[in-house]
């Protein structure tokens, strides 16, 4: 499975097309669709994306619950009919959809901020002030040592 960490801003372009940071496209290599799924956040004014193998994965959670339940069809409805495959042109970018950009309000720049499975696409100024509470938020959390840390069997041997 893909991992993505870290940080980009990317120029988006009149189209809606944005290059998908390299080291993004990198982990996704091995992918058989060359591209990304995306879907607006359900918690966040952010888009999110992965590869479609963390899709499947999210997919299959949710056929863990009551497929009668509300709970499951509002989460599929959430992700799985929001979702949008985007596949890489020649130049690594992948073209963004209208609806998709309005839900981040992003329009000529987009920070791309890896999340370990997946990865979210902010308008940049949402993303400075996301940033700033959830450092501070950490950092609370932390002090008051509310942060969970479980090893696993793997862990104890390194």
């Known amino acids: 499975m893909a991992f993505f960490i870290s ?3 990317n120029k988006v372009d009149k189209k809606g097309r944005v290059s998908v ?14 591209g990304i799924v995306a879907f ?3 918690v966040l004014n952010a888009i999110e994306a ?10 299959a ?14 989460f599929a409805n959430a992700v799985l009919t929001k979702s949008h495959q985007l596949s890489f042109d020649s130049e690594g970018r992948v073209g963004l959809p209208e609806r998709l950009l309005k839900h981040a309000g992003i329009a000529g720049m987009a920070t ?21 509470e959830a450092e ?9 040592g509310e ?12």
Do not use: V
């Open 147 to 158: 942060l969970p840390w479980h090893k696993t069997i793997g862990d104890a041997a390194q």
């Open 7 to 9: 940080r980009f801003d």
């Open 61 to 74: 959670q949710l056929d863990t619950m009551n497929p009668y339940g509300g709970s499951r069809g509002a």
């Open 112 to 132: 791309f901020a890896g999340t370990g499975e997946t990865f979210h696409i902010w308008n940049p100024s949402a993303y400075e002030q996301f940033e700033r």
């Open 50 to 59: 992965c590869g479609m193998d963390r899709l499947k994965e999210i997919a």
């Open 21 to 34: 940071p390299a080291s993004f496209r990198a982990e996704l290599a091995a992918q058989p669709f060359a």
């Open 136 to 144: 501070a938020q950490a950092g609370e959390m932390a002090a008051r």
């Open 40 to 42: 607006p956040s359900p």
